[in-house]
């Protein structure tokens, strides 16, 4: 009868054991899955060319925060990026359930910036596939 009762203790510490590495193995495959696919968010943003003849480029402004003012001077976004003539550009690498607020400026051939465009906004959702997809595919 003894055997037995310690063949039933050590199955039971087996078990247990099994279901705590399995546990662990979870959670840490669930942390590195959410944090290495929280900033695979993109956007696209597409504006018309200004007709003014001595354009000489465009910036974008963007982030997380509505803009300050009408002007980049007054007070702008958190970050811009110069599209050179591009009327398009695709922002990578934006986090997922962010909401995002864009807008854009022209500037011409002396450097002289104008204000801004109207703003606009996107709350960015990246979806379980998409963020399954791009673990399994990501570059290392």
């Known amino acids: 009868m003894h055997k037995f ?3 039933i203790k ?11 590495v399995v546990v662990i193995i979870v959670f840490a495959l669930m942390y590195v899955f959410l944090t290495k696919t929280h900033s695979i968010g993109q956007a696209t943003l597409t504006w ?5 003849s001595n354009i000489a480029g465009y910036k974008v ?3 997380t925060v509505s803009r300050k003012g ?6 702008g976004y958190e970050k811009w990026v110069d599209t050179g003539t591009t009327t398009t550009y695709l922002f990578k690498n934006l986090d997922n359930k962010s909401t995002y607020f ?3 400026t022209s500037y011409n051939n002396a450097g002289k910036e104008s204000c801004f465009s109207a703003e ?3 709350k960015l959702s ?8 791009y673990f399994f595919t990501r570059q290392k």
């Open 120 to 122: 606009v906004n996107k």
């Open 70 to 75: 009408d002007c980049p001077k007054d007070g």
């Open 5 to 7: 009762v310690e063949a």
């Open 10 to 20: 050590s199955r039971i510490n087996l078990t247990w054991t099994a279901v705590a």
């Open 102 to 104: 864009f807008s854009v």
């Open 61 to 63: 402004y963007y982030g």
């Open 48 to 52: 018309n060319k200004n007709i003014e």
């Open 126 to 133: 990246v979806s379980f596939r998409d963020r399954v997809k």
